[in-house]
């Protein structure tokens, strides 16, 4: 039994480091450069916790087999060893500690930066179970809304119509479109319950929560019609509140703002 | 303890009365055994709920006729429908939490043991005790009811975060009467986790024998005290967070709902509240409830690693001092769970950095774990093989906090499977190990007859390879950005090569389940025909082993036991027989350190 028990364990340890390198390769594009910095903050990690993986099931495996009942033997009496103990506790703090740390890097990019004034704002706001995307169209101004003013078909943010400002906003469904390779911040809300933004070719999500306005900052570097799911539960429709993420060169990114705002 | 008044009052006979004796038992070992069977029952059932789920992720067209007869509208025609599947989510989680990973090694093993294991004749408060099991068993009752209601059961996840949960069946069906149950339930259980911690603390700084310090306490005892501290601090913050809930709910306040809401088209009437006020408080208890379901584990695990290494456990001082750092630091973790919440950006590098200082105590017991065994002399009993997979588990599921508890992996893992691989690993299958373990090594004392070994190891390697095969796939489904609580993947073209993954996962949670009926064999034909159990099989030191299987009414025969000797002086030089039971006379050279 110990040598089947070890054996089992030595076998899913094989095993796991095999899935996870199989299912690192199946990980969607990366198209920012954010991305590509949590992708191998990910890949750091997962090469320090995996010698950890492989060291500490390796050795529970070994033990067992070495240290199997046998006639005769009798066991050591030790009750601990304080270098071991207290050297143990101090690498392994160190080298986790240091992953957090490392990680705060990472971090600090996404969230302790403003955006360029030049960038580019959209306002996204989650529903039961779609989310409506808005540009301030040429005025660079959001117009005020109002709930009171919802209105599925002709209003679904509820602009105010006599704002100035909201008179050129622009709302689409579902299609969050940017222009590759210039800042864009996103502003997310949500109508109802709370959404969760997630954009797997940028490595970020971000809950959207009623009653607040979240920023949420990237670059996308790669042209291309990507997909955005809903990460945060909101009700029976929560799979199926399924958005695009187009990236689009600049002309044509105006183009398709001039097409969606004729509409 | 000792005066002659205390003692005269100890000296009780069991109540003849069958309901006294039996039902509403005053007696901690019949209510550590009533809790048991309470998370028996609670298992069977989520169990059930994860094979659902599980079927629908990796069969969504087929058609499931039995199901449709049992829940013609949830799952009507025979296709189970997306809220009847968040349904079974919500349920499976809140049943596994609550009232398996909860009551068992707390309730259960804890009740029964841990006043034993100190010497003394009952808990501090038995009627206090009564009482919590009945109260914890009126919240299942309660829980169970919420299936049965118009819209069935809540669909808003374990953690039931609002507004979805605050709103009302216009959210979503099931969040009509099927939540107000859920959280009256969760409220009750509250009370009874309450009323079963203020009793653990109380008995064990209070009704220690003589001669058992502190330092003398087995290591299941100071996981069962500190479990009981994380209960006291945390459960009356759920309890409160609950109360608002409800109030929000039927009351009209509005605690947890912010203004300007419309939902499916309707204004809502609520303004001023905060969503993520009910995440901090969710969690301020949800991450200590994570540690009181795998302290105990934690204890067994140490107890039963020295028994069977026939060694003392390795660095008894720095494993207890782990217990409480891991108590203490799991009171400012709880913001891991909310890196993407909208908590501010500077909080939320506060709550990484301490996240991952948490994993030190957790490494300093994994290497401890191994030292116990490193030159030892391994008995693979059933026990002893459960507690070694334990140790496995643990290192596979924490080593996946790591990544989760740096924000910055965390923007994209959060919310995905590998955050349902990692909790699983650890706090799912690692606890339940911890507790198969206890169940073998314990069954002897609590029912007077042995478990078949062949069957239990059976039992282990089966389970033990297959829940690997359930969870750690997941981590892959996880790292390709499968979100968690999706009713089904195929709409997104980046989960396209998902299927095989779910499919094994599926097949090896039909294989786990069912390696479960040998353990239900085993339980009923040891409880029936077992081998009459000896006082002490284990070559054990701890207390329960110095009296008879089962014990008697009061614990032990006649005087209250004295302790002589730390709890695990295995293979001691000099000594006679391979281990030196607490309760030996003192040696002539007494050995430092006990
Ligand atoms: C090495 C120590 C650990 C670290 C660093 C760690 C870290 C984390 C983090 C950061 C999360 C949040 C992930 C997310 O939602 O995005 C998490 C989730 C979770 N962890 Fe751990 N964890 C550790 C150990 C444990 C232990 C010992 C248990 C239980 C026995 C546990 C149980 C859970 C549970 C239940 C959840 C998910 C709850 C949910 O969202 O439904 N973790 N962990
Ligand atoms: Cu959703
Ligand atoms: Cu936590």
């Known amino acids: ?263 | 303890m000792s005066t002659v008044h205390e003692h005269a009052a100890h000296v009780h006979v069991p109540p003849d009365n069958f309901m006294a004796r039996w039902v509403f038992s005053k007696d901690h070992k019949v209510i550590g055994i009533q809790y048991w069977c309470l998370a028996l029952a609670a298992v069977l059932v989520g169990m059930v709920l994860s094979l659902i789920i599980r079927a629908q992720l990796a069969f969504p067209t087929h058609n499931f006729e039995l199901l449709s007869k049992i829940f013609p509208n949830g799952v009507a025609g025979g296709a189970i429908a997306p809220e009847f599947y968040l349904s079974m989510v919500t349920m499976h989680g809140t049943i596994m939490v609550f009232f398996v990973l909860t009551t068992a090694p707390m309730g259960g093993f804890g009740n029964y043991m841990l006043p034993i294991q100190i010497g003394a004749r009952d808990m501090a408060f038995p009627t206090l005790n009564m009482l919590s099991f009945w109260v914890t068993f009126a919240g299942f009752l309660v829980i169970m009811a919420a299936f049965f209601v118009e819209g069935g059961a809540p669909l808003g996840g374990w953690t039931a975060y609002p507004p979805l949960s605050a709103l009302g069946v216009i959210a979503s069906p099931g969040q009509g009467t099927g939540m107000n149950l859920w959280i009256v339930s969760i409220a009750i259980f509250c009370v009874g986790s309450l009323l079963g911690a203020l009793n653990f603390i109380a008995t064990t700084l209070g009704l220690r024998t003589k001669g058992m310090s502190l330092m003398r306490m087995p290591l299941t005892v100071w996981a069962w005290f500190t479990t009981a501290v994380l209960a006291l601090l945390s459960f009356p913050v759920l309890l409160g967070a609950g109360i608002l809930l409800l109030l929000d709910r039927n009351a009209g306040t509005s605690f947890f709902i912010p203004g300007g809401l419309v939902v499916a088209g309707e204004q809502i009437d609520h303004r001023g509240g905060s969503p993520i006020l009910w995440q901090h408080l969710f969690w301020f208890f949800g991450h200590p409830e994570v540690y009181i379901a795998i302290l105990p584990g934690m204890g067994a695990t140490s107890h039963i690693l020295a028994t069977f290494a026939r060694k003392p456990v390795f660095g008894y001082r720095a494993m207890v001092f782990a217990i409480f750092a891991i108590g203490l630091l799991g009171f400012f973790v709880w913001g891991h769970h909310m890196f993407v919440s909208g908590m501010s950006p500077y909080t939320g590098l506060a709550f990484s950095l301490v996240t991952l200082a948490i994993g030190v105590p957790s490494a300093i017991k994994t290497i401890n774990w191994l030292g116990t065994l490193w030159g030892g002399r391994i008995r693979p009993t059933t026990a002893m093989l459960w507690s070694l997979g334990f140790v496995s588990l643990f290192v596979s599921g924490g080593l996946g906090g790591i990544f989760l508890g740096q924000n910055a992996v965390d923007l994209y893992l959060h919310d995905t499977y590998f955050v349902v691989g990692h909790f699983h690993l650890i706090m799912g299958v690692a606890a339940i190990f911890g507790m198969f373990a206890a169940t073998y090594y314990w069954f002897p004392k609590m029912f007077g007859r042995l478990l078949n070994e062949k069957m239990g190891k059976l039992h282990f390697i089966l389970t033990f390879i297959g829940v690997n095969l359930i969870f750690i796939p997941m981590h892959g489904l996880g790292m390709i950005g499968h979100p968690r609580r999706y009713y089904d993947g195929s709409l997104y073209q980046f989960l396209g090569g998902t299927d095989g993954l779910h499919t094994l996962i599926t097949w090896a949670a039909f294989f786990t389940v069912t390696a479960q009926l040998v353990f239900l064999i085993n339980l009923v034909w040891g409880w029936s025909k077992g081998e009459r159990a000896p006082d002490n099989p284990w070559d054990s030191t701890s207390l329960e082993w110095a009296t008879t299987s089962p014990p008697p009414f009061e614990n032990f025969e006649g005087d209250e036991p004295e302790v002589h000797h730390g709890p695990y002086e295995y293979s001691l030089p000099g000594s006679a027989r391979d281990y030196v039971m607490q309760t030996d006379a003192p040696s002539r050279a007494p050995a430092q350190g006990g």
């Open chain 1, 1 to 263: 039994m110990v040598f089947l028990l070890a054996m089992s364990i030595w076998l899913v340890t094989a095993i796991s480091v095999w899935l996870l390198i199989d299912a690192k390769g199946q990980m969607p594009v990366a198209i920012s450069d954010l991305a590509r910095s949590i992708d191998s903050q990910f890949m750091f990690t997962l090469v320090i916790t995996g010698v950890v993986f492989v060291l500490a099931q390796g050795l529970l495996g070994w033990f067992i087999l070495k240290y199997r009942d046998r006639p005769g033997a009798r066991a050591r009496f030790v009750e601990g060893n304080t270098t071991v103990e207290i050297g143990g506790a101090v690498v392994i703090g160190i080298i986790f500690v240091g992953l957090a740390v490392a990680a705060q890097n990472v971090w600090a990019r996404l969230h302790l930066n403003e955006g360029p004034a030049d960038q580019v704002v959209v306002e996204i706001t989650g529903e039961q179970f779609a989310w409506n995307i808005r540009y301030p169209g040429p005025d660079g101004q959001f117009g005020r809304t109002l709930p009171e003013l919802y209105d599925a078909t002709n209003n679904p943010m509820g602009i105010v119509p006599d704002d100035p400002a909201g008179q050129d906003d622009i709302v689409v469904l579902n299609t969050l479109a940017v222009p590759v390779n210039r800042p864009v911040e996103l502003r997310l809300g949500s109508k109802d319950v709370l959404h969760g933004f997630f954009m797997p070719v940028l490595r970020i999500k971000q809950d959207t929560v009623p009653g607040m306005r979240i920023p949420l900052r990237f670059v996308a570097e790669e042209t291309g019609n990507y997909e955005i799911a809903c990460a945060e539960l909101c009700g029976l429709g929560h799979y199926r509140m399924r958005g695009f993420l187009q990236v689009m060169e600049e002309p044509e990114f105006r183009s398709w703002l001039v097409e969606q705002a004729a509409q």
